[in-house]
């Protein structure tokens, strides 16, 4: 089976072929990581715009009910700002000098 992940910081639509019954949360989180390089401890995933906690890592895509219909979004759950290190990575659109705390 396909699923579609759309990445919510950039739009960007991933496409993965999944075994449902096979494939939990967390491997797609791994192959989420495989793809953008974003840690899978930093992946959060949306479904039908709620959030799967992590308690639901170890279960199946199957048991979340996740079709290729399903309306999957991806957003990173990051911790701190970016004004101490000048990185200028403008993550949550301030230019890099923000001292704003991105959960």
Same mark, same amino acid.
């Given at each position: 089976?396909?699923?579609? /992940? ?12 999944? =075994? ?6 967390? =491997? ?18 949306? &479904?039908?715009?709620?959030? &799967? ?7 199946? &895509? ?20 970016? =004004?101490?290190?000048?990185?200028? /990575? =403008? ?6 000098? /923000? ?5």
């Amino acid at each position: 089976m396909k699923v579609h /992940c759309k990445i919510a910081s950039n739009n960007e639509t991933l496409d993965f072929d999944v =075994d449902q019954k096979n494939t939990s949360l967390v =491997d797609l989180k791994e192959m989420i990581h495989d793809r953008t390089g974003t840690d899978a401890n930093l992946i959060n995933i949306e &479904l039908d715009n709620k959030k &799967l906690p992590c308690r639901y890592d170890k279960k199946s &895509l199957y048991k979340l009910h996740i079709e290729e219909s399903s309306n999957i979004r991806v957003i990173y759950s990051m911790a701190g700002g970016c =004004d101490c290190c000048g990185c200028g /990575c =403008d993550i949550c659109g301030c230019g890099g000098n /923000c001292r704003c705390s991105i959960m």
